[in-house]
Each structure stands twice: as structure tokens, then as C-alpha cells.
């Protein structure tokens, strides 16, 4: 005989999200409910609860023991330091964070070798294992500067090296018809592509456009990257705008999700990627948005000055590479166009004055 399942605790109520996620909460009658975010099942879970039936605030979490690694996290948190950083510069550390904190949270801070350091860091992809020195470089760098480290495990380890190749595919007017004919005008498909196609943003600054930036037909705003220290200034032209006004947008920004709610990059990023696919595409996305939008301005004639003040980089580095490469195919086909009258002057034959035959 199976065994008879044990009953909930009263007033426990569980429910799953429309992620597949299992939230538990508290409700005694017709009172308001009490979210238990401790794991069901922990000793933390019942005391959470015990909490709620008694109408008590939730536990304080207990933090970690001084000296440890979790310890020296939770103090660079306070800093400016960390303040200072972009939101997502910040969000993309405390990825890396977490995940150092359930391998050697416990470890003293000051335990932490550059061999640890090593093992973590080849333990993750290239493009991982970057982010990850920078999150442990900005961490230890202020860590030894408040001298509660009395060395950086950080200092002397290099990046891997870096995959040469052309980076992200950039769209071919092909690409745009297909995704088109799947997203016409009038989805909010079609307003992701051509907000990213006639802008030239990045995912960041592309979420956050909305009408509230826009005035006399020039939409500006501070761009993310640069922590709002760069504006950028990007007429809104007639083929964005009519895709605007077919919508659906949101209500302070033209990208949204279903029922106008705003999107994350993060989850713009998959959301794009997921039309390109439904449109067939299986290798595209925001960022070669960006790129073809660049290409064709430099090969339209913009100059670096004009490239800079529209994608919002600083120096000549960037905007070079794409007047650069626009000078080389418009000199190739000047050269090219001189080859082909230099060859048929070299074997055009003069005609006869008079008839060769009879």
C-alpha cells in the first residue's frame, strides 16, 4: 500500500509561474500573500513561514562570515566602486559572482591564488573567461586598495586570446526581405527589426527608446555603455516612423513584448533571435542590426565624425573600420571601371577605309 502523502501545512498555498516555476506563499483567510522565497523543504523555508503565519517580517538574512570571499563580495557591493559601474556592467559581475561564491564562498579572501584564478578562468569559454578576470580584477583591485587583501590574485593573469573572424554576420538585404515577409508591417516583430535596422543601437539603448525621447522628429538619449555620459542624436526617418505608427509599441518604450509589457536586453536579445528563426535565420541578430546600419552609412559617404555621433563611439578606432572597408569597395570599382576602358581601348581595331572583299 503506497504511502498516504503528507498534508500542507495550513495556509501554505503553491503555484506555478507561466515559466514552469513553483512560488509558495502564505495567505491566512482573505488576507494578503506572503511570499516564502526560501527553497521548500530548508530549514530557512519553515522559518520563513512560521514568520508569515505570525505576521512577523521575514528572517534577516544571515551574511557571510568576515574574512571569507562571500564576505569580501558583499563589502565591494557598497562601494562607489561598484556603484559607478553600468546596470549592466553590474549585472553581468554579479553573474560571475554567484557563481564564485557556491564554488569557494567560504574560502578566505585571502586564500585566493592566482592559480585559482587560472583554474576559474579555463574553466569557461573565451569570451566567459574576460568578463569573469574583469568581474575578479575590479573586485581585488578595490580589495587590496582597502587593504583587506595584501595581494591582487589577478595581477599577471592574462585574457585568453581572442578569436580572429568577422564577429557577428551582419544582415544582407536578403536577410531583410525574408525576415519581412514573416513579420510584416503591423507586428511588433517588424518594430524590433526596423527600430534596430534605421537606428543603429545597441540592445541596451534600443529597449529604452520610447516617444518620450523623441522632438521634432530627432530622437535623443544617453547611451547605456557609456553610463549616460554619450548622447547620441538619430532622426527618426519616414520608414521607421510608418513602422511606428502601425505598432503595436509600448507605452514608454517602441519595443515591447506581449501586451506592451517593456523587455530586459537580455531578453530581447532571445526574443529577436527567436523571430529571425521563425523567419528562417538561423545565424543573425541584434548586434548585425547594428552592423549593417553602420555599413551602409559609411558607404553612403558619412565621415568618422558623422559614424561616432550616430553609434555613440568614442575615438577613430570603430568608425574607421567602416569607411575603411567603404573606401575599399568603392576604389575597387573605380579601379576596376578604369581596367575595363583601359582593355577595350588596348584591343579595339580600327575599322577599314575601304571593302576588304568582293
Not at 500573500?33 to 520563513?48: C, H, L, N, S, Y
Not at 566602486?81 to 546596470?87: T, V
Not at 508591417?185 to 517588424?190: A, D, H, L, V, Y
Request: aromatic share 6%; hydrophobic share 35%; glycine share 8%.
Amino acid at each position: 500500500m503506497d504511502a498516504m502523502p503528507r498534508p500542507r501545512p495550513p495556509h501554505l498555498q503553491r503555484q506555478v509561474t507561466r515559466h514552469g516555476k513553483a512560488v509558495w506563499y502564505v495567505r491566512i483567510g482573505r488576507g494578503s500573500r506572503i511570499r516564502i522565497r526560501a527553497r521548500f523543504g530548508t530549514p530557512e523555508f519553515d522559518t520563513e513561514y512560521q514568520a508569515a503565519l505570525a505576521g512577523k517580517p521575514r528572517p534577516a538574512k544571515a551574511g557571510a562570515t568576515a574574512g571569507t570571499l562571500a564576505w569580501l563580495i558583499e563589502r565591494y557591493r557598497e562601494t562607489t566602486a561598484w556603484i559607478d559601474l553600468s546596470l549592466a556592467t553590474r549585472r553581468n559581475r554579479e553573474n560571475h559572482f554567484r557563481r564564485a561564491i557556491q564554488s569557494a564562498g567560504h574560502q578566505p579572501s585571502r586564500a585566493i591564488t592566482q592559480e585559482h584564478i587560472v583554474k576559474a578562468r579555463d574553466s569557461r569559454t573565451p569570451a566567459q573567461a574576460r568578463k569573469f578576470l574583469d568581474a575578479m580584477r575590479g573586485l581585488f583591485k578595490w580589495a587590496k586598495e582597502a587593504k583587506h587583501v595584501t595581494t591582487d590574485p589577478t595581477e599577471g593573469v592574462k585574457n585568453p586570446k581572442q578569436r580572429k573572424g568577422p564577429g557577428f554576420p551582419v544582415w544582407t538585404d536578403a536577410d531583410a526581405a525574408a525576415y519581412d515577409k514573416r513579420w510584416p508591417i503591423g507586428t511588433k516583430e517588424r518594430v524590433w527589426r526596423d527600430v534596430l535596422f534605421y537606428t543603429g543601437l545597441r540592445r541596451g539603448d534600443a529597449v529604452r527608446l520610447g516617444r518620450q525621447h523623441v522632438r521634432e522628429g530627432i530622437a535623443t538619449l544617453r547611451t547605456e555603455k557609456s553610463q549616460g555620459e554619450m548622447i547620441v542624436s538619430i532622426p527618426i526617418l519616414p520608414i521607421l516612423q510608418r513602422t511606428l505608427d502601425a505598432g503595436p509599441t509600448g507605452e514608454l518604450a517602441f519595443i515591447c513584448g506581449k501586451g506592451g509589457k517593456p523587455l530586459t536586453k537580455e531578453s530581447f536579445g532571445n526574443a529577436f533571435k527567436d523571430a529571425c528563426k521563425a523567419a528562417g535565420l538561423h545565424n543573425r541578430s541584434a548586434h548585425g542590426c547594428r552592423k549593417i546600419a553602420a555599413t551602409r552609412a559609411a558607404e553612403a559617404g558619412a565621415t568618422v565624425a558623422q559614424l561616432n555621433a550616430i553609434f555613440g563611439w568614442r575615438g577613430t578606432a570603430m568608425a574607421s573600420l567602416y569607411t575603411e572597408a567603404a573606401d575599399r569597395k568603392r576604389l575597387a570599382i573605380e579601379a576596376m571601371g578604369k581596367v575595363q576602358g583601359a582593355n577595350e581601348t588596348a584591343t579595339s581595331i580600327p575599322s577599314p577605309d575601304r571593302k576588304v572583299r568582293d
